[in-house]
């Protein structure tokens, strides 16, 4: 068995908590004891602009951060499934946000899972937790890490501070994990 | 095996200071690096330390001086721009044979130039950057765990040899999250610091200066700092041969751009061509002899760097006319990807074969 | 029985200085000397020497001492006060060192309110570099570099550190004293006693400037260059203290 290998580029507008669930997702993978690198764009553009960040996961130390072909792509807007979809890998992963992405994938070589993130968002309560949707629902199809330790992740990050969004987040990432398993 | 964490190269950096024993940080605010002066402002005063964030790099630069002078441990960070502003004070660090450590969170110049990771300050950390004939030690971090373990060493190396230690890393490495360990290894036996100013209290008084008005001595005073600069060359060269064994080619590249190349190489031998990577750790010293041995054994060099070619010309020297030296560079932000540097060996072995 | 009621300070070296005749350096010199003497703190003294005529003020202090670049030495002062708060540290910086090329060092230094002392030599000319216009050159006055006399429309206004450092909320005690005839040298050494005493009780910044002759780049003999300092510098700068802790005020005071 060839050692185990995962990139993702996640991607969006600024504030919708891109950077989060791609540390999130980093630190998880931590827990489990592989290598990860975690690495975001950054500077001005990240300021009401595009946000996305790269993370890479192996068994084998870790070459190259970033990354020309990703594996797989969590897209949370417009301008990112452009600038992404033509270079994800044949045979790869899109997950893309269906709420606020309104152009059609064009790429037929790969796997496209469909997620209304913002609307369940809302459902669950908050419109701010649709990336928690999205991560749920690429863990589901990758089963890269266990649910449990991104729960763990998201009580680390959110500190004493924010605990009362625990919950929340943790209701919002499930929803993820369900439709990704549908 | 100590807890790992998960940390950005910054922020990573500054606790390993802090961990090294590094009590005082005079900074001033630049893109990328800010995530470290923010961290020491917070964390030292923790640990009964002092943080101020000086008017200019200059000033910053003359806080390390008095603080060095007067026997701390102490370390600044800038970036590009901000690291040029040093200069002058490195020069006198150096000079007065004072030991700190200097981080630079490289990008992309001339001048304001940008933002994004880059290399292109090599030439001004190996060769001199300031006036007079001066060295520093140099360190080239290519991930975030070798950061952490380099900042550690770098204190040590400072105190060992009187001398500035610069710890050479890019946007990349300073942005990037990596799971690391903080391992403690005991403390060398290090030099006491009876030259510090603490106060003429039982010993004669302690003087820090750089002044020699009589040639005779200032060429003593050249002639001693060399003598230095050839013992780190003698004990501290530090290199990764990686996958160098049965290599055909060589790629030569530090920090960031090695790690990029190591996936280059996995991608090469996928494709049959035997690849190696030679990663100079210390820019300076640097690694000649590595070069000048494994020249007789391969006949194409490429150097890839995040610049228009300045660790070139130390391969150059290393290898000396013993194989073809070829390069690619990235510069302004841009970074090369594997896939880049890929067809680019791939091309040099395929002509060869022609 | 014998008296002696005159000596060499015991912080100063037994040597001859390599000042010009009629230079104010070896006057102010011996008051720093005094001071440190009477204050019984040369053991914990720290000193940082300035580029300019008087980087060689190591030489005869006999205290710990750095020697700065051309202007940085409040920043070289900062670092070590903040490695050794119990450290007496001061700096000496001439008027091309201090008001020029480390306008930004004082200012902040002081701004941050940094527990140091400066002493301030004001001579109104670069006299080690050969007697260039400084940047508190009095206004008519002739330099190598302002042949035709210091004119505001072509060389600017001259800087009055003293009053413009007194503006800082940081800085505790700033005064400006002048060292041409004994009167004003008793009066100077007690305001650089002062200066020493604030840092000591942990109050702050302080300065104090010295107005100081400089007979050979002025082009004149050591009296007239004290005539000088009375006639001409002093109208321009005028002495006094600018700031003492008891007038100082914090903006939450205020």
Same mark, same amino acid.
């Given at each position: ?34 290598? /990860? ?17 790269? /993370? ?19 897209? !949370? ?7 992404? +979809? ?78 009362? @969004?625990?919950? #929340? ?14 | 095996?100590? +807890? ?38 917070? &964390? ?232 190696? #990577? ?32 300045? !660790? ?43 | ?6 000596? &060499? ?41 300035? /580029? ?61 309110? +940094? ?47 003293? +009053? ?11 005064? &400006? ?25 942990? @109050? ?51």
């Amino acid at each position: 068995m060839s050692p185990f290998y995962e990139d993702v580029i996640i991607a969006g507008f600024g504030g919708q908590g891109i950077l989060f669930i791609g540390k999130l997702l980093a630190y998880a993978v931590m827990k489990e004891g592989r290598n /990860v690198t975690w690495i975001p764009s950054y500077g001005p553009e990240m300021r009401g602009g595009t946000a996305n960040c790269t /993370v890479v996961v192996s068994d084998e130390e870790i070459g190259s951060p970033v990354i020309t072909n990703p594996r797989s792509l969590i897209i !949370m807007n417009n301008p990112s499934l452009e600038a992404f +979809e033509p270079r994800l890998k044949t045979g790869g992963l899109l997950v893309v946000n269906t709420s606020l992405v309104t152009l059609q994938p064009k790429r037929t070589d790969v796997n496209i899972v469909k997620v209304p993130a913002n609307e369940i968002a809302i459902e669950v309560g908050n419109d701010k937790v649709a990336n928690m949707v999205m991560l749920g629902a690429y863990i589901a199809k990758t089963k890269i890490v266990v649910k449990e330790n991104i729960l763990e992740a998201l009580k680390k990050v959110l500190g004493k501070e924010k605990e009362e @969004l625990f919950e #929340l987040n943790k209701i919002a990432f499930e929803k993820g994990i369900e439709i990704g398993n549908m | 095996m100590g +807890e790992k964490v998960l940390i950005s190269g910054n922020e990573a950096i500054a606790e390993a200071a802090v961990q090294a024993g590094c009590r005082f940080f005079f900074g001033y605010p630049i893109t990328p690096q800010n995530k470290i002066p923010e961290y020491m402002s917070k &964390r030292l005063p923790q640990v009964g330390g002092c943080f101020v964030q000086a008017e200019s790099e200059i000033a910053a630069i003359y806080m390390v001086f008095g603080a060095a002078g007067a026997g701390a441990r102490v370390m600044t960070s800038s970036s590009s721009p901000g690291i040029s502003l040093k200069m002058e004070g490195i020069s006198y660090i150096a000079g007065a044979e004072l030991p700190c450590v200097i981080v630079n969170v490289m990008r992309g110049g001339p001048g304001l130039g940008g933002i994004l990771p880059s290399q292109s300050d090599y030439f001004q950390a190996t060769k001199g950057g300031g006036h007079g004939d001066y060295r520093l030690l140099v360190l080239a971090p290519s991930t975030v765990q070798e950061a952490v373990d380099l900042i550690m060493d770098a204190f040590d190396l400072a105190d060992k040899y009187r001398n500035p230690v610069m710890v050479l890393a890019d946007g990349y490495i300073g942005q990037m999250m990596e799971p690391v360990e903080f391992k403690k290894s005991p403390p060398p036996e290090l030099p006491p610091k009876n030259w510090a100013i603490t106060g003429a209290k039982g010993r004669p008084r302690n003087l820090i200066k750089t002044l020699y008005l009589n040639p005779v001595e200032l060429e003593k005073h050249n002639l001693k700092l060399q003598q230095k600069y050839l013992e780190m060359a003698k004990n501290e060269v530090r290199v990764e041969n990686y996958m160098t064994e049965d290599a055909e080619i060589i790629i030569a590249a530090y920090g960031t751009t090695a790690r990029i190349t190591k996936t280059a190489i996995k991608i090469l031998r996928e494709k049959g061509i035997n690849a190696g #990577l030679v990663r100079p750790i210390t820019l300076f010293p640097f690694p000649y002899s590595t070069f000048k041995e494994i020249a007789e054994k391969v006949d194409n060099i490429l150097v890839v760097e995040m610049n228009m070619g300045q !660790m070139l010309e130390d391969v150059k020297i290393g290898v000396c006319g013993r194989a073809e030296i070829h390069f690619y560079g990235r510069t302004g932000g841009m970074v090369p990807s594997y896939d880049e540097i890929a067809v680019q060996a791939e091309k040099i072995v395929k002509e060869e074969a022609i | 029985m014998l008296v002696k009621v005159f000596e &060499r300070p015991k912080s100063m070296f037994p040597v001859t200085t390599h000042y010009c005749p009629g230079c104010g350096h070896g006057i102010i010199h011996r008051l720093l000397a005094e001071v440190i003497d009477e204050l019984g703190i040369i053991e914990r003294v720290a000193g940082i020497a300035p /580029v300019g005529c008087s980087v060689l003020i190591y030489n005869y202090i006999n205290c710990d001492m750095y020697e700065a670049a051309h202007g940085r030495a409040p920043a070289i002062a900062t670092g070590c006060k903040r490695v050794h708060p119990d450290l007496i540290v001061f700096t000496y910086q001439g008027d091309g060192d201090l008001a020029s090329i480390g306008t930004a060092e004082i200012i902040h230094a002081a701004a941050r309110g +940094e527990n140091i002392t400066v002493l301030f030599v004001n001579n109104a000319i670069y006299g080690m570099t050969g007697g260039q216009m400084a940047p508190t050159t009095i206004i008519g006055q002739k330099t190598t570099t302002s042949p035709n006399g210091r004119a505001p429309g072509r060389e600017g206004y001259p800087v009055r550190v003293a +009053e413009m450092l007194a503006t800082l909320e940081g800085a505790a005690y700033i005064a &400006r004293v002048a060292v041409h005839k004994p009167k004003y040298i008793i009066a100077a050494k007690k305001a650089l006693r002062k200066a020493f005493e604030t840092q000591i009780n942990g @109050l702050g910044f302080s300065l104090v400037e010295f107005l100081s002759q400089c007979p050979t780049n002025w082009g004149m003999s050591p009296q007239k260059a004290v005539d000088w300092v009375e006639e001409k510098m002093i109208p321009c700068y005028p002495l006094g203290e600018f700031k003492t802790p008891e007038t100082k005020k914090t903006v939450e005071e205020a």
